[in-house]
T-cell receptor
Framework: AQSVAQPEDQVNVAEGNPLTVKCTYSVSGNPYLFWYVQYPNRGLQFLLKYITGDNLVKGSYGFEAEFNKSQTSFHLKKPSALVSDSALYFCAAYSGAGSYQLTFGKGTKLSVIP | DAGVIQSPRHEVTEMGQEVTLRCKPISGHDYLFWYRQTMMRGLELLIYFNNNVPIDDSGMPEDRFSAKMPNASFSTLKIQPSEPRDSAVYFC???????????????FGPGTRLTVL
């Protein structure tokens, strides 16, 4: 069975510092990986995805993610955090085995401290 | 495009009552998904449709839950009878047709916060 793990429930970072939100995955086929952000009382918003190709994926709001096949990781990064980046971040994966089920991690709460 | 539309945004009901949640997907999207979000269990996929046909309902917790998609622009999730443990935020999402060797992102609605007393 496929799974997505986000090992940190919460990440705190000072404004202006780089941030990293970690994600590891376990899928049976080729991984198709996504990051979503959820602001309070809102639905999830798509940030970026990895399908194939370059291991560094660029997305919305200055976020990027690095795909590492050997470590089965897809960490979300941003060079300089903003207070407005404070939100709940979800990593998700399709297994690529014909199923359209998107498996989500439990989420990581990011707090950017002014 | 207005995005995925869900109604109501908030629903408070009493145990035993029937609850109907509604969703309008983005026009032209072929897939529709219903999720439930709770603190304890995170985001769970309940059911998804392709071209109005239910494909996988293995996530539906029990027979009290049912979902329909009578046409491409409307879906409902019904709980009858409702129980306090059904309290959660229910999200609807839609996605365009999957291209070969690719998967498209899902677009989420704002959710319905259900409280069953």
């Amino acid at each position: 069975a496929q799974s997505v793990a986000q090992p940190e429930d919460q990440v705190n970072v000072a404004e202006g510092n780089p941030l990293t939100v970690k994600c590891t995955y376990s899928v049976s086929g080729n991984p198709y990986l996504f990051w979503y952000v959820q602001y309070p009382n809102r639905g999830l918003q798509f940030l970026l995805k990895y399908i194939t190709g370059d291991n560094l994926v660029k997305g919305s709001y200055g976020f990027e993610a690095e795909f590492n096949k050997s470590q089965t990781s897809f960490h979300l990064k941003k060079p300089s955090a903003l207070v407005s980046d404070s939100a709940l971040y979800f990593c998700a994966a399709y297994s690529g085995a014909g199923s359209y089920q998107l498996t989500f991690g439990k989420g990581t709460k990011l707090s950017v401290i002014p | 495009d207005a995005g995925v539309i869900q109604s109501p945004r908030h629903e408070v009901t009493e145990m035993g009552q029937e609850v109907t949640l509604r969703c309008k997907p983005i026009s032209g999207h072929d897939y529709l998904f219903w999720y439930r979000q709770t603190m304890m269990r995170g985001l769970e996929l309940l059911i998804y449709f392709n071209n109005n046909v239910p494909i996988d309902d293995s996530g539906m917790p029990e027979d009290r839950f049912s979902a329909k998609m009578p046409n491409a622009s409307f879906s409902t999730l019904k709980i009858q009878p409702s129980e306090p443990r059904d309290s959660a935020v229910y999200f609807c999402a839609s996605s365009p047709l999957r291209l070969s060797s690719s998967y498209n992102e899902q677009f989420f609605g704002p959710g319905t916060r259900l409280t069953v007393l």
